[in-house]
């Protein structure tokens, strides 16, 4: 994962020692450049962990979603059906209810 990062560094590194530094010099960047790279790395390591939680989120949010919609879709379902069977109980009162004035009437 962080192979090709060590060549850049390494590469710096080599540049310096042929320039012709002073090894207090050499050393100094030496130690800058460690630093440079365990924050990189570090930067690189948070960045991933970020990346893995948030498309884990996605995951977990796309499944709810999913559950949700079918479970919306059985709702409807069932509301249909509870609608179909107001309508039809509707229709037997309110034929019932006529023959009763009807009768009333008589």
């Given at each position: 994962m962080f192979g090709n990062k060590l060549a850049l560094p390494g590469a710096l590194l080599l540049a310096l020692f042929l320039s012709g530094l002073p090894h207090s010099a050499l050393a100094?960047?030496?130690?800058?450049?460690?630093?440079?790279?365990?924050i990189a790395q570090d930067e690189v390591k948070a960045a991933e962990a970020e990346r893995d939680t948030d498309a884990q989120r996605v995951t977990a949010t796309e499944k709810e979603m999913e559950r949700l919609r079918k479970q919306l879709e059985a709702e409807r379902k069932k509301a249909a059906q509870s609608e179909k069977r107001y309508l039809e109980g509707?229709?037997?009162?309110?034929?019932?209810q006529a023959a009763f004035d009807q009768a009333w009437k008589r």
């Open positions: 100094r960047d030496l130690s800058t450049l460690q630093t440079a790279l365990r509707k229709r037997r009162y309110d034929k019932a």
